[in-house]
């Protein structure tokens, strides 16, 4: 049988060409995914394969948005719903909707619906969802009026910048807890006062180091 490499000095050339070329494909690959609008345009709006809509759903029915994302405050990542949660109520509503295909085609296979992401930091960014939903940021502040979106969209930069506005002025964006998943909030006139009262009592210090928020 031929031999790809027949002698092993041969081989380490080719290798380091083949590395070569492998790195230049990455480094374009790097490029053209941290530049690519999924994590730079705000407005950025894919497509889904359902035409879900939060107008309907958050607006309209007020769902909140717990009911859907529930591990928004017990984990890093909000969850996108499995289809169980959808089927909680189409199951019974919309029984015979075209537009409900994908979702009951879910159901019987088991395979989920394969929502497209809209948010991504990138990964030597750190986020929590918990620790910001616990400490008085609304959903609102980060992603905009999305009971107003037919499709989501980023409202947002989420760039290093926009995290750290916040983090080096805190009491200008809080709101009490009861109010996160609240859509529309008005702060009251004397916010930024409770505020600061609430940071020094809960003694909240949004980090600026480099190391809390990169690996
Ligand atoms: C009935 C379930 C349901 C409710 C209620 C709901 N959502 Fe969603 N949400 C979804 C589904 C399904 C998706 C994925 C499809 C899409 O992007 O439209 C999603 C996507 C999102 C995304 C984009 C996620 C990504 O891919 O980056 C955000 C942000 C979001 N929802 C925020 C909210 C907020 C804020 C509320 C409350 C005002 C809310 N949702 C209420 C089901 C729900
Ligand atoms: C709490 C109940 C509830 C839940 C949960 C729910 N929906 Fe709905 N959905 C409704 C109602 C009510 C309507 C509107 C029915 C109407 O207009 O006749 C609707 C309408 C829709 C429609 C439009 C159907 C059409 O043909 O007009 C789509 C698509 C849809 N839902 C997708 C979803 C998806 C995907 C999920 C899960 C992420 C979901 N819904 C979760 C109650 C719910
Ligand atoms: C401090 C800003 C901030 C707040 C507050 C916030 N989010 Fe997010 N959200 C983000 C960022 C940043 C991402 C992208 C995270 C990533 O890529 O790891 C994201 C992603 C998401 C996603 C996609 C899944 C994921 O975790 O990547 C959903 C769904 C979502 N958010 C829903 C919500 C809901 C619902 C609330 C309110 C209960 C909320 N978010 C509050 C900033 C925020
Ligand atoms: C609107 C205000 C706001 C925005 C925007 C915001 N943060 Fe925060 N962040 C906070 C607050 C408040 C805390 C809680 C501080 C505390 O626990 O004492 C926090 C805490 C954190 C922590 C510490 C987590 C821990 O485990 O203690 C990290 C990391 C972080 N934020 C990263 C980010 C990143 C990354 C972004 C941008 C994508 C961002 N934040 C955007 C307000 C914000
Ligand atoms: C509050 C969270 C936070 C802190 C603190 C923070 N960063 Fe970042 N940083 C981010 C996020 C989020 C991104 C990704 C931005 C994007 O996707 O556009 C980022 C991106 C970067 C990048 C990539 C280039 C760029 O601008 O997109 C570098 C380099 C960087 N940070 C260095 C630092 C250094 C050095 C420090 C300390 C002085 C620091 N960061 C502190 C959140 C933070």
Redesign the pocket.
Known sequence: MAQIFPKKANALPTLSLLGAVGGGVLSILFVWYYFSPEYTDVGYAPEQPVPYSHVLHAGELAIDCQYCHSNVEVSEHANIPPTQTCMNCHSVVQTESERLEPVRQSWATGEPVEWVNVHQ?PDY????HA??VK???GCE??HGRVDQMEIVKLA?P???G??L???RQ?EL??RPNEQITTMGYTQTADFVKENLQRIKN??????TNCS??HY
């Open positions: 930091l960014a750190r986020f929590s620790v910001h400490n008085g940021v502040t980060c947002e989420l760039s290093m926009w995290c506005e916040c983090h805190p964006y809080l809960e003694s909240i210090q949004p980090p809390a928020c």
